[in-house]
């Protein structure tokens, strides 16, 4: 058992996820660790901090929604770095990074059981280049399928499925995943 530290508390707070962190101290930002990056922070012990990661815009500017809320820290709990990954507890989170190599735009939807949160629209692509969306973060669970709809923009109606089995390679600490939605002609 680590005994509690009582004073200032010096450590390293360093993100890997993808999305930027916003850290916050008392209610107030602190500081904000974009993608890859860390910084040494010193804070008295009795402190509590949160953070959270930034959530991604759809291609029209709309926030997309994902399941990191808000995560809280004991600053005395804290010897020597606050590692931010996408192993939250023991819930292992994902994004995707998703190019779609068809003419028609998709909404993709991150299937979860009884949920559905609907998390992005993928344009089409174009003489320029595949279209491209990245999703928030979601639990990863044995029964989670990430889907592209292919006839409606609110995750209604047929479409390709993504099952968990083809979600599991993820990059370790972002969580990052890479996928293509590709003709089947």
Not at 37 to 60: E, F, G, M
Not at 68 to 87: A, F, P
Request: aromatic share 8%; hydrophobic share 35%.
């Amino acid at each position: 058992m680590v005994p509690t530290q009582t004073g200032p508390v010096t450590f390293r707070a360093a993100n890997d996820l993808i999305a930027p962190v916003t850290v916050k101290v008392a209610g107030q930002p602190y500081l904000i660790l974009s993608s890859g990056r860390s910084t040494q922070v010193t804070l008295p012990a009795n402190t509590r901090l949160t953070w959270t990661s930034a959530k991604p815009a759809d291609s029209h500017g709309q926030m997309i929604p994902d399941e990191i809320g808000e995560q809280t820290v004991d600053v005395s709990s804290i010897t020597g770095e606050l590692e931010i990954t996408n192993v939250i507890g023991n819930q292992t989170y994902f994004t995707a990074r998703i190019f779609n190599f068809t003419n028609g735009a998709v909404s993709i939807g991150v299937f979860e059981g009884p949920t559905l949160w609907c998390a992005a629209l993928l344009p089409g692509a174009t003489p320029g280049g595949p279209g491209f969306t990245l999703i928030g973060y979601y639990r990863l669970l044995a029964t989670t399928e990430l889907r592209a709809y292919t006839t409606s923009s609110d995750c209604t109606g047929s479409y390709v499925a993504w099952p968990s089995s083809q979600l599991s390679d993820i990059q370790a600490k972002s969580g990052l995943l890479t996928l293509s939605l590709e003709s089947t002609r």
